[in-house]
């Protein structure tokens, strides 16, 4: 499993941006996949989590963030609208088979991407 995430850059606040996360290696079919980011000097967070009939979000990103996976691959793309200065971090491509108690856990992935940079900046 090779996880490989695209579409980091620059934004205005308020403005948009869609990363991309897609699985390069050999396909597992994960139960789950999931966004995470990490500012500097803070722990990486839960951003989003979705298997193929749930959907889960950390109450800041509600109603301004997307999550959605592609139907037959192990690839997972996020949707960000209404971009804010405190959503610049770094932010990683997650996949696992965690049960869904323990979907805002880094713990309960066993697959990560390298990280790719969102700054929110005017």
């Known amino acids: 499993v090779q996880l490989v995430e695209t579409g980091g850059g620059l934004a205005q606040p308020g403005g948009s941006l869609r990363l991309s996360c897609v699985n390069s290696?050999?396909?597992?079919?994960?139960?789950?996949m999931a966004w995470f980011r990490q500012a500097p000097g803070k722990e990486r967070e839960f951003v989003a989590a979705?298997?193929?009939?749930?959907?889960y979000y950390r109450d800041s990103v509600k109603g301004r963030f997307t999550i959605s996976r592609a139907s037959a691959q192990d690839s997972v793309y996020l949707s960000m609208e209404n971009l804010k200065p405190e959503d610049t971090a770094l932010y990683f491509c997650?996949?696992?088979?965690?049960?869904?108690?323990?979907?805002?856990?880094?713990?309960?992935?066993?697959?990560w991407g390298q990280g790719t940079q969102v700054t929110v900046s005017s």
């Open positions: 979705k298997s193929r009939s749930q959907t």
């Open positions: 997650a996949a696992g088979n965690t049960i869904t108690s323990q979907i805002r856990l880094t713990s309960g992935y066993t697959s």
């Open positions: 290696g050999d396909s597992y079919n994960f139960r789950y």
